[in-house]
């Protein structure tokens, strides 16, 4: 297993500005992901982070909105960039490190509420 | 592409009460399935999985079969308690040509609450 951790924890920011959630895993592991978590609904991925290369982006997400990076194999922060209200949810990271087995652990979330 | 879907919520039983959460998926290969539980203050933990059809996966008192023939992985446990009050998550991960390593599809969540 791995445990993840994640801050902040949750934030309030002002429309236009933009704001660096870091992730930490207690341990090496290959795959990287973010995901959104949207008031009421469920989960989407929004971009495999991988060491050593730019981010895969899913559809509907970009990088200019969403920087990534992926220094090291046990860290890896989103940037979530002018930001405006409907960008209000909880982000999380997620890590799996074992092909195939698509277990993924999660860390706590970042809630961010943007006025 | 792939999908989860989950029974529509919240869920609310009384203590001892049977528990069925509902999940139906559609993917392209032969995915992997999760159950992953979210309670108050904390984050996404692992309930249980299956990885091929027919298996079965345990946790806690909880139980899903992997039905391919009905694309299907739903929940059960036969006596909830107050502790189970949580929400509830289907997934599905494909790993079909080795593409999606890792990566997952969420149902939609189930609040599921239990009243003493």
Known sequence: ?115 | GDSVTQMEGPVTLSEEAFLTINCTYTATGYPSLFWYVQYPGEGLQLLLKATKADDKGSNKGFEATYRKETTSFHLEKGSVQVSDSAVYFCALSDDAGGTSYGKLTFGQGTILTVHP
Request: charged residues 15%; neutral net charge; hydrophobic residues 35%.
């Open chain 1, 1 to 115: 297993s791995a445990v993840i951790s994640q801050k902040p924890s949750r934030d309030i920011c002002q429309r236009g500005t933009s704001l660096t959630i870091q992730c930490q895993v207690d341990s090496q592991v290959t795959m990287m992901f973010w995901y959104r978590q949207q008031p009421g609904q469920s989960l989407t991925l929004i971009a495999t982070a991988n060491q050593g290369s730019e981010a895969t982006y899913e559809s509907g997400f970009v990088i200019d909105k969403f920087p990534i990076s992926r220094p090291n194999l046990t860290f890896s922060t989103l940037t979530v960039s002018n930001m405006s209200p409907e960008d209000s949810s909880i982000y999380l990271c997620s890590a799996g490190g074992k092909r195939g087995a698509g277990e993924l652990f999660f860390g706590e979330g970042s809630r961010l509420t943007v006025l």
